[in-house]
């Protein structure tokens, strides 16, 4: 009987490098927050990993010129520009206040995720010993 890392450690893994990615966006922002014409981004979370699962909903292409994305599905982990809840007169859109919100919350679920990966090895490694 072979362990599969994969069916083992689930999205996890792939979750880690979302939220590593994110929180450097999230800094980008906080360290432009001054920046005349910055345009705030982030990642849509939820997309990217429906698609990781596979389970993104295709894109309906209803127009002979639309550009299909890739493999028909929606894009995912990419960065979008994020919409200001306050215009700001020199075109920044950054609002500190909800970019530390979010980077916050986004330290804390990159924590849940490595205390989860971590359990997951410490059994792998009781499986292994016969523990």
Do not use: C
Not at 13 to 19: D, I, R
Not at 21 to 37: F, I, M
Not at 38 to 50: E, G, H, N, P, V
């Amino acid at each position: 009987m072979s362990i599969s890392f994969d069916s083992a450690l689930g999205i996890h893994p792939y979750a880690l490098s979302l939220w590593s990615r994110r929180a450097e966006l999230l800094a980008a922002n906080l360290a432009n927050a001054d920046t005349p014409d910055y345009k705030a981004r982030d990642i849509d979370f939820k997309t990217a990993l429906q698609q990781a699962q596979g389970t993104a909903l295709p894109l309906q292409v209803t127009h002979a010129k639309h550009l299909p994305s890739a493999a028909g599905q929606l894009p995912g982990g990419e960065a979008l520009y994020r919409v200001p809840l306050q215009a700001s007169i020199d075109g920044n859109t950054v609002d500190s206040q909800v970019e530390h919100g979010k980077f916050m919350q986004n330290a804390l679920q990159y924590q849940a995720s490595l205390h989860f990966l971590s359990g997951s090895f410490k059994g792998l490694r009781s499986a292994l010993k016969g523990e």
